[in-house]
């Protein structure tokens, strides 16, 4: 049996963005639309609508038209809600811009965009947004012509301007640019299409059986797919109501909202699950109005879906898959899948979406249960990379189908696992090593809460294998210990030879891992040694990012 599944046959929404938000509005006008907790501000969909539309007109005076680009870059706020249903609205492109950015990857995206307008917070506890674009513009000769500032009378003057009637968008029209997280490379503009997004989420939402009454809790950004999508367009198809926690994400922040607006989902990457349930004051919030959610970004162990299910009373949470350049998600587990199909594998496909997994060889499709390279094609492939035709054409074939770089393998089920990057597997002596497979291992120790593969280079070997473990609270133990932990359990080429306990690892604003930063910061370490450091002298944890 061939790696190769198609969804299921579904009617699409023939709807753009704008035409959904006012199928919302005039069902529900008066249900939640949006909370932001952090804020003390609440908007029903008829609000939402209005003030989308006044912000559109407002972009209009200000000379924005239809497909120009207008950018975002905020962490999680009601106004960054506003400003994506307003651009819909006006036909102007959302360019979703990442608030961990510095002035010089600012300065890429400005000019890479060709942004005209830019919406924005002079600042926050963990940046100077208007200094930083002040030095970003100095950098780079852009098409930039509006700044406003969400603290200031601009935008008060936007939502008070008064609504008008704009030419119609078109399904395939672009509506959003999202630049990947830069794990490896520089950034790419993923240029998304109405028809890509308002189906995305319609499928993620039935698959989650939304309803009107469901309330989704949303600790990760708006600025990535994650937010905007599987979030905000997830709510749009339903009528659902999306509760933003707080600026960044914040444990506590997230329990408190699910608490007090009565949450019936739940989203996160593992990361986030795992501190939420080990928050030292987890057991004074009520949480058990959760039902479901969704988990992506990286694998998920065993034993955090069991602590899911049972502690954060999430039944039904999926696990999810997908990229950028899928709108994201291509494939879910079902909500009432045992618990081996929603650890162990990423789901099956979706409706109206293909998949195969191909030799990284020869690129035919693989017999079931050997490993290749995933790729997808559907009505939620990305209209391509913006202004980028050649890297457009390396990442889609003649034949429509996109090559995602991710490993994996698929069941006779049907099920997908994923097995890593094909950039991430360490080659150690001859031998190939997955990292997600001893990460899998690894996960069964006592004491270890989250752990991280890597390979470094090594003269002898080629590459070794490289653990960052954190610990349980409470918890110590040694690298000694770690490796006879997997002596005789594991093949012994898989036994991490360099071991490193951290309190936090590097990660994009998503959540995701950057495991070329920590290779990137293993290797500096590995300097100061040579050098005659000591690993005590220089700590790793004081050098792992902040997660934004």
């Given at each position: 049996m061939l790696s190769h599944s198609k969804g299921p046959d579904l009617a699409l929404l023939d709807r753009t963005t704008d035409e959904q938000l006012e199928a919302v509005a005039n069902r529900w006008p008066d249900r939640l639309a949006v909370a932001s907790m952090h804020q003390g501000r609440?908007?029903?969909?008829?609000?939402?609508?209005?003030?989308?539309?006044?912000v559109a007109a407002g972009l209009a005076s200000l000379g924005v038209k239809r497909v120009d680009r207008v950018g975002v870059w905020a962490t999680n706020c009601w106004e960054w809600v506003v400003v994506h249903f307003a651009c819909a609205k006006l036909g102007a492109v959302l360019v979703s811009v990442n608030p961990a950015l510095r002035a010089r990857e600012l300065a890429f995206v400005l000019k890479k965009s060709r942004m005209k307008a830019l919406f924005l917070r002079e600042r926050d506890e963990r940046s100077a947004y208007a200094e930083i674009l002040a030095e970003a513009r100095r950098e780079a000769v852009c098409e930039l012509e509006h700044v406003i500032l969400f603290e200031n009378p601009e935008w008060t003057e936007l939502l008070e301007t008064r609504p008008r009637s704009h030419a119609p968008s078109k399904l395939d029209d672009v509506i959003n640019i999202q630049y990947t997280s830069g794990t490896t490379g520089s950034p790419k503009g993923v240029s998304l299409t109405h028809r890509n997004l308002v189906n995305n989420g319609f499928i993620i939402?039935?698959?989650l059986r939304y309803t009107e009454l469901d309330r989704i809790c949303l600790p990760v950004p708006l600025s990535h797919c994650f937010g905007n999508v599987i979030g905000t367009m997830a709510a749009l198809a339903r009528g659902a109501g999306l509760i933003l926690p707080n600026w960044c994400f914040d444990a506590r922040a997230t329990l408190a909202a699910i608490e007090a607006e009565k949450a019936t989902s739940l989203y996160g990457v593992p990361t986030m699950f795992i501190a939420e349930l080990s928050h030292p004051e987890f057991s004074r919030f009520d949480v058990s109005s959760l039902r479901t959610g969704v988990m992506a970004g990286a694998p998920c162990p065993m034993e955090l879906m069991r602590r899911v299910i049972s502690d954060l009373h999430c039944p039904e949470l999926a696990i999810g898959y997908g990229l950028t350049e899928t709108s994201p998600i291509i494939t879910m587990s079902d909500i009432d899948d045992e618990l081996e199909r929603r650890v162990c594998t990423v789901g099956k496909v979706m409706p109206c979406t293909e998949i195969k997994v191909v030799s990284v060889e020869n690129g035919k499709t693989v017999e079931t249960g050997a490993q290749g390279e995933v790729c997808a094609r559907g009505y939620m492939l990305m209209k391509g990379y913006d202004d980028d035709p050649e890297a457009t054409a390396r990442a889609i074939d003649?034949?429509?189908?996109?090559?995602?770089?991710?490993?994996?393998?698929?069941?006779?089920?049907g099920?997908?696992?994923?097995?890593?990057?094909?950039?991430?597997?360490?080659?150690?002596?001859?031998?190939?090593?997955?990292?997600?497979?001893?990460?899998?291992?690894?996960?069964a120790h006592p004491k270890i809460a989250e752990v991280h593969i890597a390979g470094l280079p090594d003269e002898r070997l080629g590459e070794i294998v490289l653990a960052w473990i954190r610990l349980k609270t409470g918890e110590c133990a040694t690298a000694d210990e770690i490796r006879e932990f997997c002596r005789d359990r594991i093949a012994h080429f898989k036994i991490p030879q360099r071991i490193r306990f951290v309190d936090s690892f590097p990660t994009t604003p998503s959540g995701k891992i950057q495991k070329f930063r920590i290779r990137e910061m293993e290797l500096r370490e590995q300097e100061f040694e040579r050098d005659g450091a000591t690993l005590a002298a220089r700590p790793m944890v004081s050098r792992?990012?902040?997660?934004?």
């Open positions: 609440r908007l029903a969909w008829r609000e939402l609508r209005d003030r989308a539309a006044r939402a039935r698959a003649g034949d429509g189908w996109f090559h995602s770089g991710d490993l994996g393998t698929m069941r006779d089920d099920y997908l696992q994923i097995t890593g990057r094909a950039k991430d597997m360490i080659i150690r002596g001859g031998e190939n090593i997955y990292p997600r497979e001893v990460e899998e291992f690894l996960y792992a990012p902040r997660r934004s």
